[in-house]
């Protein structure tokens, strides 16, 4: 279609004012009116990243710093699954405020992208802590993931090796793990030309391999999603042999305690993976399609690969604004699971709500071992004799001189 003749001029596409040759080339009438079919979706994808994600940092900081005062109150504290959960909650802070709160910041104003944009080091010191944080949160869970397949599938070895103490061991060397791999950011660029949040990306010096962004994504969600994935296989397939040894009342099914954090375990998980990996899936297909199969203006597959590539990045922001929710979901699949009767008791009584006796599972554990106690360790009164009575029988057996 000649230009002359297209409905569309180049006004309707952002950023272009005065079209030069170049930028001719680049948007011919058909892909004009393409874009003009799109925009709408582009609109919608733009308010939820924008209004969307103002409203789930509030929530997810809310519900984490919430989550976070339920799990550190002393009679949690003792469960290795309760320190994971609250460095998820603090990861999931973080990653709120200094990954998608900048992000928006930075996509509506500006102001605030330019001093990015003037400023090396803060688009460095920016690019690592999207990285840290992003990782740390999936990373996260699956330590947890590996822990409760190690509780599963080897109880015995597993009361040994999973230990609050080693709980912390593990959380601390993941963290500083991410930390020293998120530092190639220092040196590399990588996802940062191309944000969601539509913030023109910083001038660099660095190193711009394309090539790092496949292993980004493969390690950011492929990699941990099938960890996930297969572990949980693994568990439920472990849980299933344990309700068979429980109804044979051998002594190797796992306790009840065991089970309710493996559960509540394969619900958060869950949610990650199904929140995760339609981004995936897209990312991935986004990138194999870029580089495969990208084409000149000349040629005359341009349009179908040019139009195939707008829907891809559109269709990525969408996905990514439900990625989000990881970060902000966690409380409410707490608060929802059966598994967490301790979780919502203590919940309770931190909003001062009337919690029956029943829910307060700690004190029915301490106050069933205090029986068990009691049982083992009868009073010497009742069932055996007396200092006293022991002196007379002795002396009924002692000569007279001896006595």
Not at 39 to 46: D, G, I, K, S
Not at 272 to 287: A, D, K, N, R
Not at 348 to 377: F, H, P
Request: proline residues 3%; aromatic residues 12%.
């Amino acid at each position: 279609m000649n230009d002359t003749d297209c409905q569309y001029g180049f006004e309707v596409i952002e950023g272009i004012t005065n079209a030069t040759e170049v930028d001719k080339q680049a948007w011919p009438c058909e892909l004009r009116v393409f874009w003009v079919e799109i925009y709408p979706f582009v609109t919608l994808v733009r308010g939820l990243l924008s209004y969307g994600t103002a409203f789930i940092i509030v929530l997810g900081l809310l519900f984490n710093l919430t989550s976070l005062l339920v799990l550190t109150r002393k009679h949690m504290r003792k469960s290795t699954m309760n320190l994971y959960l609250s460095a998820l909650a603090i990861y999931d802070c973080l990653a709120l405020t200094m990954n998608f709160m900048i992000g928006v910041l930075r996509g509506q104003n500006k102001h605030i992208n330019k001093d990015f944009q003037d400023h090396e080091d803060l688009c460095k010191f920016h690019g690592v802590i999207v990285e840290v944080f992003n990782l740390l949160s999936i990373w996260i869970i699956v330590s947890f993931t590996i822990e409760r397949f190690i509780m599963i599938k080897f109880p015995l070895k597993g009361k040994q090796l999973v230990t609050p103490r080693r709980a912390i061991y593990v959380i601390i060397g993941v963290s500083l793990g991410v930390l020293v791999f998120s530092m190639h950011k220092i040196a590399v660029s990588g996802f940062e030309g191309d944000s969601v949040f539509g913030y023109a990306a910083c001038k660099t010096r660095r190193a711009i391999f394309v090539e790092i962004i496949y292993f980004y994504v493969a390690f950011n969600t492929w990699f941990p999603t099938l960890t996930i994935v297969t572990l949980n296989t693994l568990i439920l397939l472990e849980i299933r042999r344990n309700k068979k040894k429980r109804a044979q009342m051998t002594t190797q099914s796992m306790s009840k305690s065991d089970e309710k954090a493996t559960k509540l375990l394969l619900l958060v998980s869950s949610a990650y993976v199904v929140l995760v990996l339609p981004l995936g899936l897209i990312q991935s297909t986004e990138l194999i399609w870029n580089n495969t199969q990208k084409v000149l203006p000349s040629n005359p597959d341009y349009i179908y690969f040019m139009s195939t590539k707008i829907k891809l990045k559109w269709a990525r922001a969408f996905f990514f604004f439900f990625y989000q929710l990881n970060f902000a979901v966690n409380f409410f699949l707490y608060v929802s699971s059966s598994s967490a009767t301790r979780f919502r008791a203590t919940l309770k009584i931190l909003l001062g709500i009337k919690v029956d006796q029943q829910e307060m599972t700690w004190n029915n554990t301490m106050k069933s071992r205090a029986t068990k106690i009691n049982s083992v360790a009868p009073a010497p009164s009742d069932d055996g004799p007396s200092n006293r009575d022991l002196h007379l029988k002795k002396k009924e057996f002692l000569p007279e001189s001896e006595a």
